[in-house]
């Protein structure tokens, strides 16, 4: 307890650095920026802004992400109000009610809900990261290789399988994801996977080139061939953009609500945003007093799922610090931003870079009060930021896309490969196939397969080794429910539909 | 539950499906091929051709899975896609691509993309457009060679700056 205080002005004396809050800004300037335009939710805008921080230091780029993450996040709540095109799934929940306050001219009020509930959110989570990541950090010490390997079994069966719409089609995802993960010289033996005698596929597939096409590439791609269905409306914010007083009293427990859904579904290896916003949006519809204003823009609507979305968010940040276990999509992308360092999250992290960890910490509170000061005021200009004419948005992104491509990797086969990840991810949206297992396929299975090689050779070949540890053996279990659960439940609704 | 309507008519076989659960299958065949050349060098434990024999396993299943999927037609319905757009868009990729290939420079490359994208999102304006594109590029180039010192592939155009 005490240790974590410690740690955390430690952290804190870090963080309000001068140099180091200028990062912090511009990166949630950069992140509400870039994740307000419509269609880039968080993961993308991480992804795109990753180049931006190649040549800073791993501690002011970290800082820097930590607010690109978070303004990342607020800028897509504020699309998901103003314009109903939720950027990623987890502002699903956010628009429900959001766009009718919006259309019914309470915009304002919408979006100052959702900008204090995520501070209120965020600043909760991040203080139960700071207490629970030191204690998870002590356990994880313990973790064998065959441990790590069973955890991330858990990982990718609870992204990929359990809580999605449909478990083979997640696990298609996620396999393809393993599959790019083999691309490349083998770390142990040195001999090359999948490279088809490519110079430029020894280096194995760039994360940030796939998370780009996908998401970017793929995402205009699939927006242009369905122009003709939708049509945008932009709405403007009308009226008050403060709170009234009733509005203060009918938001502030949906926030610590939507905080208790968030947080804790968020830190277990389980992944998404998704359940704890609409868990949120149930209760709050299940608890109001003015349930005939649900589905007409009920302002604890907005105020709940917003909170769960930022908790969990901040949540996410506990398996991904403490265990090196990115379980969503903007989680991988912080991942790979570690990596371009050469930095491993994981316990060992917290011991030798304490600085660095609890600098990114502290840096979450920083970020998280910089955009509750910076967003309310600032809301003109990122309504200006939406109302740009849809071709030249789209122009834009895929000319910034492929730019950080060019600049970190001017080559044809690289370029290629991002044009490819763009189909693929236009054929996976229009297929519905979840994108996030995909990714943290890439991103996790190259560190599984060693982490497993690594038990096997200890265990000189022995695989009862991952039995043998009642870590590991219990998490395989795990996995193993969390695999079959959704099939058996399936098989359960349809025993009951034949019934009646 | 999906089956739950019991008047619901027979589903027809989607043939996407399908094309899907072949290329899985596809996919599967090439990770075990390519793992032919591997050398087992390890004295204990696994080798470098397990992973993907695992990996290909998993895929092989998944194209069952996909292809059963498929013959009961239980793939969500999808609205009608605009092919003009997308491939307008993937013109511009591969202009983007051959004229950095062929050493046209980041300006013209990025300029092209923009235009044919703007395009099919259905602007008509195309010189307005490229005059857009060509500035913006030249911008962009400028920040990035002059202030940040990244180097981004130089074409004619560049050379002129």
């Known amino acids: ?500 | 539950m999906t089956s739950g309507d019991p008047v619901q008519p027979p589903r027809r076989v989607d043939r996407a499906g399908i094309v899907i659960a072949a290329l899985l299958a596809v996919l599967a065949v090439v990770l075990v091929w390519d793992t032919r050349v591997l050398q087992t060098t390890t004295m204990y434990g696994m080798g470098p051709e397990v992973m993907p024999v695992v990996v290909a396993s998993g895929l092989a299943l998944l194209a069952i899975g996909n292809f059963i999927d498929a013959l009961r037609g239980s793939l969500p319905a999808r609205e009608s896609a605009d092919p003009v757009p997308v491939a307008l868009i993937l013109v511009g990729l591969a202009l983007l691509i051959a004229i950095i290939g062929f050493g046209g420079g980041f300006i013209m490359a990025t300029s092209a993309l923009f235009v044919t994208t703007s395009a099919a999102f259905g602007r008509r304006a195309i010189l307005v457009d490229a005059i857009i594109a060509l500035v913006m590029s030249t911008l962009i180039y400028l920040a990035f060679d002059r202030l940040l010192t990244l180097s981004l592939p130089t074409g004619l155009l560049e050379r002129l700056l």
Request: aromatic share 10%.
């Open chain 1, 1 to 500: 307890m005490i240790d974590t205080f410690a740690a955390l002005a430690h952290g804190m004396a870090v963080a309000v650095q001068p140099m180091n809050l200028l990062y912090a800004l511009i990166g949630v300037f950069l992140g509400t920026a870039v994740g307000v335009l419509p269609g880039i939710g968080p993961a993308l805008t991480v992804a795109l802004l990753l180049p931006v921080t190649y040549k800073l230091d791993p501690g002011g780029s970290l800082i820097m992400f930590a607010g690109i993450y978070y303004g990342g996040m607020y800028g897509g709540s504020t699309t998901a109000i103003l314009i109903n095109t939720p950027g990623e799934s987890a502002s699903m929940a956010t628009a429900l009610e959001g766009n009718k306050m919006a259309k019914a001219g309470r915009g304002g009020p919408a979006l100052a809900t959702s900008a204090i509930g995520s501070f209120v959110a965020g600043t909760i989570a991040t203080l139960g990261l700071a207490f629970l990541a030191p204690w998870l950090v002590d356990f994880a010490v313990r973790f064998g290789p065959e441990d790590y390997f069973a955890l991330m079994c858990v990982a990718f069966i609870t992204v990929s399988a359990t809580f999605g719409d449909s478990p083979v089609r997640g696990l298609t995802s996620l396999f393809i994801g393993l599959t790019l993960g083999l691309v490349g010289i083998d770390k142990l033996t040195g001999q090359a996977r999948l490279a088809f005698g490519v110079p430029e596929l020894l280096d194995g597939v760039e994360v940030t080139t796939l998370a780009v096409g996908l998401f970017a590439v793929g995402e205009a791609l699939y927006v242009a061939s369905r122009r003709h269905h939708t049509e945008e409306k932009l709405e403007p914010v009308r009226g008050s953009l403060w709170m009234t007083k009733e509005d203060w009293k009918r938001s502030w427990r949906p926030w610590l609500r939507g905080t208790m859904f968030g947080f804790p579904i968020g830190a277990l290896p389980a992944g998404g945003a998704e359940i704890p916003t609409f868990l949120s949006y149930s209760t709050e519809k299940r608890l109001t007093k003015y349930p005939d204003e649900f589905g007409k823009g009920a302002i604890e609507g907005v105020a709940g799922p917003e909170a769960a979305n930022n908790a969990s968010a901040a949540g996410t940040l506990v398996p991904l610090l403490t265990l090196g276990l990115p379980t969503s999509a903007t989680a991988a992308m912080m991942l790979a931003g570690f990596q371009q360092y050469g930095l491993n999250p994981g316990p060992l992290l917290f011991a030798e870079r304490p600085d660095l960890v609890w600098g990114l910490i502290a840096s979450l509170f920083i970020a998280n009060c910089m955009l509750l000061v910076l967003n309310l005021p600032l809301v003109g200009l990122w309504v200006r930021l939406l109302a740009i004419p849809q071709p030249w948005l789209y122009a834009g992104i895929l000319v910034f896309a492929t730019m950080g491509t060019i600049a970190a990797k001017p080559s044809v086969v690289e370029l290629s490969m991002l044009a490819g990840f763009g189909v693929l991810g236009f054929l996976m949206r229009r297929f519905d196939f979840p994108i996030a297992p995909l990714v943290v396929g890439l991103i996790l299975g190259p560190i599984a397969e060693s982490q497993l090689r690594r038990a096997l050779a200890i265990s000189l070949g022995d695989p009862m080794t991952l039995l043998q540890s009642p870590i590991s053996a219990t998490l395989l279990g795990v996995a193993l429910i969390a695999l079959l659960a959704p099939f058996v439940l399936k098989g359960l609704g349809r025993f009951k539909a034949s019934e009646d």
